[in-house]
Each structure stands twice: as structure tokens, then as C-alpha cells.
């Protein structure tokens, strides 16, 4: 009885001790194997089978893309400003190997030589500079991190300065440059906006002259073309009198024509025509020589027609 007990533990145990050696990489991870003490390979996704009580897995590596965020550094600029940034590493194992033999802390290390590094590229720039080169200062230390961190099987994708964070005296004064530079653009949009509505109502004021000027220009053409017209209208009326007249004269002088008027009527004719013509608004009057002639014949028509 105790034979089969101890059986059964035999085989227990060698179950488990097979079943422990057998592992199954998962995605994006790679396993360090050591055999007696020295690195005996890699192993990458899928199934794998270790040497009982010879091979150990030495370390468990992701390969998947890893972000560490390190605390503020205190760093002094090139015009000896003191200030405090934070920085956001973003990295990737590319060798387990290197990773797990090449350094003894990697995120220690990386640390360390970020603030290096940030002091080294700080201390070259000013403080206004270190304000606006956010975009040079990441690439100048993404690019001497990654070589720095090659050899430890680390491939630096990303470097971002979270936070710039300056004294508070700075601080104050960079508000009230802020300030004086905002109310400075806002003189300048107000003299410029002031300056827009001069010009516009100059150029009101005289489009409006101009029209007016326009208007009137229009209205002495239009008057003139009236008082033209009605200067034709008028010369063509007293052409037309005169024309009447004339022919009336005509038709005058034709019935007399014709009817064989002698000259005693024509010359009684004239007189009539002298008489009416001083009708009161003559104060002188020339009296013909023959106007004894013309009486006597005008009195013998009057006998004649009794």
C-alpha cells in the first residue's frame, strides 16, 4: 500500500515538473531563457519546452510600446534662469537580450539620462528660447537618447516636454508682457478700426458730392434743353405769324390786283395805315407832302359811293 501512495507521488510530481516546462509566449512579449546560469536564448510567441532544473526563464519582456513619465527636473538656462520641467518618454524593446543584460535599472537609467541630457540642451538656449523650441528641444533629446539607449536593446520613439514651469517672479512678469502686448494690439485694431471709418465717411462725403455735383450738372442740361425747346416752339410761333401775315399780305395785294384798284384807293390805304400807326402812341407825325391829294380823293369816293 504505502508502494502504490509513494507511486502515485512519483508521478504527480513528474507531471507537474513536466507541465512547468512547457510555456506559451503570448503576443507581443518575448521570454529570456538561461541555462545554468548563462543566456541560453530567446524565446519569441508560441509554444516552448525548458530543461527541468537546467533552464530558467530569466526575464519576461513586452515589446509593445511603453511610456514612462518622470518627475520635474530643475534646470538653468543660458541667462541663469532656474526652472522646473517634466518630461514623457515614449519607448520599445527591440532586443530582450541587450534590455536584460545591457543595463542593470532601465527606467532608472533612462531617467537619469533624460535630466542629463534636458540640462545639456537647456543650458545652451535662453529663456524665451526654451519657451518657443519645445519642437527642437524633443528632437534633440529623442535623438541622444536613442543613441544613448541602443546598447541596452531600447529604441526611444518619442521625447515630450510636458510641462515648463519658470519661477513665479517670471511668471508674473511673462503676465504682464501678456497684458501690456494685448492692450497694445488692442490700441492698434481700435486706431486702426477708427481710421477705416474716417476713410469711409470721406469717401461718403464725396461720393456724394460727386453726385450731387452730377445731379446738378443733369438739372442745368435738363433746364437748358427745356429753355431750347421752348425758344423753338416760340421762334416757330412767330414764324408762323409772320408767315400769316405775309401771306395775308399776299392774298391782299392779289384781290387788289385783281379788282384793278387805282391809285387814288391805294394812296387812301396808306392813310389809313398812317392813322392807325399814330393812334395815340406817336408824339410826333410827318405828314406827306400829298396829304391834301390823298383828303380830296378820299372825300370824292365818299361822294361817289353816296
Known amino acids: 500500500m504505502e508502494g502504490i501512495i509513494g507511486l502515485i507521488v512519483i508521478i504527480v510530481f513528474i507531471l507537474l515538473v513536466l507541465s512547468s516546462c512547457v510555456k506559451i509566449v503570448p503576443q507581443a512579449q518575448a521570454f529570456v531563457v538561461e541555462r545554468l546560469g548563462g543566456y541560453q536564448g530567446t524565446w519569441s510567441v508560441g509554444l516552448h519546452f525548458k530543461t527541468p532544473f537546467i533552464d530558467r526563464i530569466a526575464r519576461k519582456v513586452t515589446l509593445k510600446e511603453l511610456v514612462v513619465d518622470f518627475k520635474p527636473q530643475p534646470v538653468i538656462t543660458k541667462d541663469n534662469v532656474t526652472m522646473q520641467i517634466d518630461t514623457v518618454v515614449f519607448y520599445q524593446i527591440t532586443d530582450p537580450k541587450l534590455y536584460t543584460y545591457g543595463v ?37 533629446m529623442r535623438s541622444s537618447l536613442d543613441v544613448a539607449t541602443d546598447p541596452w536593446g531600447i529604441k526611444v ?52 458730392a460727386i453726385l450731387d455735383a452730377e445731379a446738378e450738372k443733369q438739372s442745368a ?5 427745356a429753355k431750347k425747346e421752348a425758344m423753338l416752339r416760340e421762334a416757330e410761333g412767330q414764324a408762323q405769324a409772320i408767315l400769316q401775315v405775309q401771306k395775308a399780305t399776299a392774298e391782299g395785294l392779289s384781290f387788289l390786283k385783281e379788282a384793278n384798284v387805282d391809285e387814288n384807293v391805294l394812296k387812301l390805304k396808306s392813310y389809313e395805315a398812317f392813322t392807325k400807326a399814330a393812334d395815340g402812341k406817336a408824339t410826333k407825325l410827318i405828314i406827306p407832302s400829298d396829304i391834301a391829294g390823298i383828303t380830296s380823293i378820299a372825300r370824292a369816293i365818299k361822294e361817289t359811293v353816296e
Open 104 to 140: 542593470d535599472n532601465p527606467i532608472m537609467a533612462i531617467e537619469n539620462l533624460t535630466a542629463t541630457t534636458l540640462r545639456n540642451i537647456i543650458g545652451e538656449l535662453e529663456l524665451d528660447q526654451t519657451l518657443t523650441s519645445r519642437e527642437v528641444i524633443n528632437a534633440k
Open 157 to 208: 520613439n518619442r521625447v515630450e516636454l510636458k510641462n515648463i514651469i519658470p519661477p513665479r517672479e517670471i511668471q508674473d512678469a511673462m503676465e504682464k508682457q501678456m497684458k501690456a502686448e494685448r492692450e497694445r494690439r488692442e490700441s492698434i485694431l481700435r486706431a486702426e478700426g477708427e481710421k477705416k471709418s474716417t476713410i469711409l465717411v470721406a469717401e461718403g462725403k464725396k461720393e456724394s
Open 221 to 225: 442740361i435738363l433746364r437748358a434743353e
